[in-house]
T-cell receptor, first 109, second 115 residues
């Protein structure tokens, strides 16, 4: 069965510090991985997807099939990065997303 | 340029009552999803439509849950004989394609509280 694990419920860093939000997945096929973000009082929205290999708002994420991980990283955190972050997996050929439980990131001034 | 719209935003029901939650997807979006998000949890898949066809309802927790999208646009999630464990935020999402892209556009959710 597909499963997405985000081991940290809460993560707190200071502005300018590096940040890494962890995501591990369990899936036997070829997964497609995504990061979604929900800022305070806003709706859930896509941040980035692994197939695009893009950097959005300074965030990057690399799919590591050996470690079954898709950690989200940013070298210098900003206060506006404070939000809930959800890692999600789509089974190849399916539009259905399986979400992790989320990590609440707080960036302190 | 409205996004996905859900109503009501908040609903309080007494245990045993029936509720109906509405979702207006972005115009022209082919795919529509319903997710349930309990407090402190991530969204959990309930069901998926491609146009009017319900292609996957594997996440519906019981036969008290029913979803429809009769004309391939607006969708309604109905919960019969509500129970306290149904209390959650119900999220609707749509996407423009029928394929696998992973970009879902979410509504603000309908928060259901069952007393």
């Amino acid at each position: 069965a597909q499963r997405v694990t985000q081991p940290e419920k809460l993560l707190s860093v200071f502005k300018g510090a590096p940040v890494e939000l962890k995501c591990n997945y369990s899936y036997s096929g070829s997964p497609e991985l995504f990061w979604y973000v929900q800022y305070s009082r806003q709706r859930l929205q896509l941040l980035l997807r692994h197939i695009s290999r893009e950097s959005i708002k300074g965030f990057t994420a690399d799919l590591n099939k050996g470690e079954t991980s898709f950690h989200l990283k940013k070298p210098f955190a900003q206060e506006e990065d404070s939000a809930m972050y959800y890692c999600a997996l789509a089974q190849g050929g399916s539009e259905k997303l399986v979400f992790g439980k989320g990590t609440k990131l707080t960036v302190n001034p | 340029g409205a996004g996905v719209s859900q109503s009501p935003r908040y609903k309080v029901a007494k245990r045993g009552q029936d509720v109906a939650l509405r979702c207006d997807p972005i115009s022209g979006h082919v795919s529509l999803f319903w997710y349930q998000q309990a407090l402190g949890q991530g969204p959990e898949f309930l069901t998926y439509f491609q146009n009017e066809a319900q292609l996957d309802k594997s996440g519906l927790p019981s036969d008290r849950f029913f979803a429809e999208r009769p004309e391939g646009s607006v969708s309604t999630l109905k919960i019969q004989r509500t129970q306290q464990e149904d209390s959650a935020v119900y999220l609707c999402a749509s996407s423009p394609w029928g394929g696998n892209t992973g970009e879902l556009f979410f509504g603000e959710g309908s928060r259901l509280t069952v007393l």
